[in-house]
């Protein structure tokens, strides 16, 4: 079953401008991780946010945590045509099983 | 260090048959995960083993198992394929000791005719 729900499904932007996007999830998480996935192929891990944090960056990638709220963003910086590809949120309790959202696929025209 | 290792890439089988797809995880790491992805259902996890035992299970029926070595290399196997068992299969690994990031290998496409 989906735990994290990704808004926008689909987004599209030009190179260079900033791309965001939302998940939301239901129940208690111990991290909540971000995944790219290029054309059906295998998953690349992004970052991962603890739940006692509240942001995180990595190079162009900025995360934040609000558990009051269940929800995560992330945040690519100066986008690029590679960024193209559907991004997933993942929640973990604490053991490896991860509950992916349906993800947003994120268009960046050059 | 090389990734995660999936075998085969693709493949085909019918309906009734079973098939057994193959994870080699990055040396060194001792949980291994396995993941469905279909166009409706999105990514489900299967279940994930370590140390050869297998600690967390998803909502699947009984069809689908799995099992890890020694070498913490794991299979799964399911019989008596359906087509909707058509999807990529995803192995994904992890250090398996607190460190929760998984690392993904390029997936099987299994197609059932």
């Known amino acids: 079953s989906q735990q994290g729900e990704e808004d926008p499904q689909a987004l599209s932007i030009q190179e260079g401008e900033n791309a965001t996007m939302n998940c939301s999830y239901k129940?208690?998480?111990?991290?909540l991780q971000w995944y790219r996935q290029n054309s059906g192929r295998g998953l690349v891990h992004l970052i991962l946010i603890r739940s006692n944090e509240r942001e995180k960056h990595s190079g162009r990638l900025r995360v934040t945590l609000d558990t009051s709220k269940k929800s995560s963003s992330l945040l690519i910086t100066a986008s690029r045509a590679a960024d193209t590809a559907s991004y997933f949120c993942a929640t973990g309790a604490g053991s490896y099983q991860l509950t992916f959202g349906k993800g947003t696929k994120l268009s960046v025209i050059p | 260090k090389a990734g995660v290792t999936q075998t085969p890439r693709y493949l085909i089988k019918t309906r009734g048959q079973q098939v057994t797809l193959s994870c080699s995880p990055i040396s060194g790491h001792r949980s291994v995960s396995w993941y469905q992805q279909t166009p409706g259902q999105g990514l489900q996890f299967l279940f994930e083993?370590?140390?050869?035992?297998?600690?967390n299970k998803g909502n699947f029926p009984g069809r689908f198992s799995g099992r890890q070595f020694s070498n913490s290399r794991s299979e799964m196997n399911v019989s008596t394929l359906e087509l909707g068992d058509s999807a990529l299969y995803l192995c994904?690994?992890?250090?398996?000791?607190?460190?929760?990031?998984?690392?993904f290998g390029p997936g099987t496409r299994l197609t059932v005719t």
């Open positions: 994904a690994s992890s250090a398996g000791t607190g460190a929760y990031e998984q690392y």
């Open positions: 129940t208690s998480i111990n991290n």
């Open positions: 083993y370590f140390s050869e035992t297998q600690r």
